[in-house]
């Protein structure tokens, strides 16, 4: 699992990859973004497959705050990533979110 954070200058926004390897999502077949940037809508943002099995998604979003998001494998196993800036408890799942940190914004 990886995520890589590049902030656009010209759009005031950060472009941000999430990479979920083959291995990392248990030989699922499909995936998806999920989170507060989808409104929560399962499947909102598939991930693009390569080769290799490895999911990735692209998404740009404004700085300045923190999102809680997962990862839907094959449409009914949810997955955090374990390389995301934190973790917060969810009562409706009843289970942690993990959380992407924008809040730092580079000059």
Do not use: H
């Not at 990392?24 to 099995?53: H, I, N, Y």
């Not at 094959?74 to 959380?99: L, M, P, Q, T, V």
């Amino acid at each position: 699992m990886a995520i890589e954070k590049k902030y656009v200058k010209s759009k005031k926004k950060f472009k941000v990859t999430f990479t979920l390897s083959a291995e990392e999502s248990g030989g699922a077949t499909s995936a998806a973004l999920v989170g507060e940037f989808t409104r929560w809508m399962d499947g909102a943002l598939p991930m693009k497959r390569d080769k290799q099995g490895n999911f990735r998604a692209v998404v740009e979003l404004p700085g300045g705050r923190r999102y809680a998001f997962r990862y839907l494998l094959d449409g009914s196993r949810w997955e955090n990533d374990w390389k995301a800036d934190a973790y917060r408890y969810c009562s409706f799942a009843a289970a942690d979110n993990s959380i992407l940190d924008l809040t730092e914004i580079p000059s």
